[in-house]
């Protein structure tokens, strides 16, 4: 089966292999996090019913309405506790309420607004309803509103749908903006660093003067920080902030700083640190740190491996609606990984997550279709999947998404979109894109052949690894293709490629300590790594395995095991070793004697263009070896491997045609030689 990925949110890393791969990371090491929501308390109507009816208006913001910057101005102090206030976060949200809505509404109160809902300040989680005042407040203009946009669609919440393509844009727009769009949140953040530093700074517990808003604030603006959103991308600011966040006991600060303290972000690398953080804040429900507490114990990190105590953190943070768990969950399902295998399993949760927005997940579901794991293979549906993780500059799905062009398989086939998005994965630094697209300018698919090109393609595909490559860039070196033929240079990459595990290469490579090509001649070598090439199912292996334990030449011969391998390639539809096969069975050769069984083999390989099999067909026609005698049939083969230049065949259609007694029997109807 090919390999498979499993995708990550914030922590995870991991990497996979095959011709069409799909699977995991979001390598960038940006910051993630995750609440799980409450139900929504309030709705929003959409923009054309916005200003509120008078009724509509008095129900959704309670009495004493006042104008909309006062309105905001006070909320902020019982939001903050400034001015001498007392923290009241629910009468603030009620004074936001009046600000954001009223006739003269104030935009950045609407975003502030949102900001209470993503944070649960005076209000139960809500993030969708978060994402509704923000989406309304940014098309306004608001730099806070656009800049947790962007936030909301990298990262997802639940019920809050990813599109990286969009978020993008928002980023965009906030930079756009300036430095004006981080200010709201830059100056609590400062109060928050500024009353801290008043009261006990040494104190790791000691929140005096840090209100829970403050805290959203200083992990808000650490996010900033740890992507470049808004402001210069600085690891040991953002970490800073976080420390401020996590010490008022903000659950989402705790768990992005075990992300930093995890991945050596911005701070010294502890992962035992990073374990108790996740558990202290998975323990109270964090969505993020849950996933990532699951996977400290699905790879032991800061923590021993316990793939139970993995699967617990994974189905409790997927239930409650993690994108990322639920992806890994599938995997786990997919693999059998702490789980009994259940492919069925596995695609509900990848659907569960590709719903979301999660472009791992979209991929994976695009793969499951495709190749009907766990579902009804459906080839249209899988390449719609990875054009939606494609399209979020998924280069797994990048890569998936050409290959189903190039093949045309759930798309209409065409191969210059094929070489497209191959480009998009290979700018990316995908390895199978830049082999695949190496492969198109070798053969001229999709666009212009160029040899140099593809020789530059596979070496840099090599050099992440990728087995495919150093294979492809090995025969290049072979054979000359794109570069000067270095039999030395195309023995080392086709032997790092072997070493990777490639079949091929095994294979390839045995055949160069059999002959002696860029390396000593060394029988035994090729024997190993034959057989290792064979393990794993490849035909020529066992062929040439086959070959060489019968001619004995160099070694001992192993009749009966020659045999089986042969056995093994000829069920596989390997042509030579059909061949072969029929060859040892009609002089039993390792085996008994069985002239009809040949004959069963030779017709496979004849059928499969082999010369030397229908020949021997001929033979067995001529002369009824395994099968009646049939002239007319053995004239037909050796027509057939004359045509194909094969002297012996030649020279027994000459010796048949030149019989009188023979010719009035089988040509009394006419007979017509294929063309040579």
Not at 634 to 653: F, H, P
Request: a negative charge; aromatic letters at 10%.
């Amino acid at each position: 089966m090919s390999v498979s990925q499993q995708g990550i949110g914030t922590f995870k890393q991991l990497e996979l292999a095959s011709a069409v791969v799909r699977q995991d990371t979001d390598a960038s090491g940006n910051a993630a996090a995750a609440n799980s929501s409450a139900s929504r308390k309030n709705s929003l109507p959409p923009p054309d019913q916005l200003p509120l009816s008078p009724a509509t208006l008095s129900s959704f913001l309670g009495p004493d309405p006042s104008d909309a910057l006062l309105c905001f101005e006070s909320a902020q102090s019982f939001l903050f506790g400034r001015n001498g206030s007392e923290v009241d976060e629910k009468r603030a949200v009620s004074l936001l309420k009046r600000a954001a809505f009223q006739s003269d509404s104030h935009v950045l109160a609407q975003a502030v607004l949102g900001f209470c809902f993503e944070f649960g300040l005076g209000v139960d989680v809500d993030c969708k309803f978060a994402e509704d005042l923000y989406l309304q407040a940014a098309m306004k203009g608001d730099g806070l509103a656009c800049m947790r946009m962007s936030f909301l669609r990298r990262y997802g919440r639940p019920n809050v749908k990813i599109n990286r393509l969009e978020a993008e844009q928002w980023m965009k727009r906030v930079n756009e903006i300036g430095h004006s769009a981080v200010a709201w949140i830059e100056s609590a953040a400062a109060e928050a660093a500024s009353n801290l530093q008043q009261n006990n700074p040494t104190s790791i517990n000691h929140n005096s003067g840090i209100t829970s808003a403050h805290a959203a604030a200083c992990y808000a603006l650490g996010v900033c920080y740890h992507d470049g959103v808004g402001v210069q991308r600085s690891p040991e600011t953002a970490v800073s902030f976080y420390k401020i966040s996590a010490q008022r006991g903000l659950v989402r600060g705790k768990g992005i700083l075990a992300y930093c303290y995890g991945e050596g972000f911005g701070i010294e690398k502890n992962q035992e640190i990073a374990f108790l953080l996740y558990l202290e804040a998975a323990s109270e429900n964090e969505l993020v740190s849950m996933y990532n507490l699951a996977h400290c114990f699905e790879e032991g990190i800061g923590v021993e491996k316990n793939l139970e105590d993995a699967v617990f953190w994974f189905q409790k943070a997927a239930s409650l609606g993690s994108c990322y768990a639920q992806n890994s969950l599938g995997f786990m399902y997919e693999e059998g990984v702490g789980v009994p295998k259940n492919e069925e399993k596995a695609v509900y949760w990848y659907k569960l997550s590709a719903e979301q927005g999660y472009p791992w997940a979209q991929c994976n579901l695009g793969f499951c279709l495709q190749n009907g794991l766990g579902v009804r293979k459906n080839e249209e549906l899988g390449s719609y999947w990875y054009q939606m993780a494609a399209l979020q500059g998924h280069s797994r799905a990048q890569h998936n998404l050409g290959h189903a062009y190039q093949y045309g398989v759930g798309v209409e086939k065409d191969e210059t979109m094929a070489v497209e998005w191959y480009k998009r994965s290979a700018a990316a630094g995908n390895a199978f894109a830049l082999h695949s697209l190496g492969y198109c300018y070798q053969n001229g698919i999709g666009c212009d052949t160029d040899e140099e090109k593809a020789a530059k393609l596979y070496l840099e595909s090599a050099l992440y690894g990728h087995s495919p490559a150093q294979l492809s860039l090995g025969c290049c070196y072979r054979n000359g293709v794109g570069v000067e033929m270095d039999e030395r240079e195309a023995f080392r990459w086709i032997k790092m490629s072997a070493k990777g595990g490639n079949d091929l290469a095994q294979n390839t490579l045995g055949h160069l300590y059999e002959d002696g090509i860029g390396t000593k001649k060394d029988i035994k070598r090729a024997v190993y790594w034959y057989r290792e090439s064979a393990d794993q199912g490849n035909a020529w292996a066992m062929t040439n395995l086959a070959l060489l334990y019968s001619e004995g030449t160099e070694m001992k011969q192993r009749p009966k095991e020659a045999f089986s391998l042969l056995q093994k390639a000829a069920k596989l539809d390997h042509v030579r070793a059909q061949a072969k096969l029929a060859q040892f069975l009609l002089s039993g050769y390792g085996c008994a004697v069985s002239k009809e069984e040949a004959v069963e083999w030779l017709l496979k390989a004849s059928e499969g263009g082999s010369v030397s099999a229908t020949f021997l067909l001929g033979q067995c026609y001529e002369v009824g070896d395994g099968c009646s005698r049939d002239l007319r049939l053995a004239i037909e083969c050796y027509g057939r491997a004359a045509a194909w230049g094969d002297e012996k065949a030649s020279d027994r259609l000459l010796a048949l045609v030149a019989n009188p007694a023979i010719l009035d029997g089988v040509f009394q109807h006419g007979f017509v030689a294929p063309a040579a």
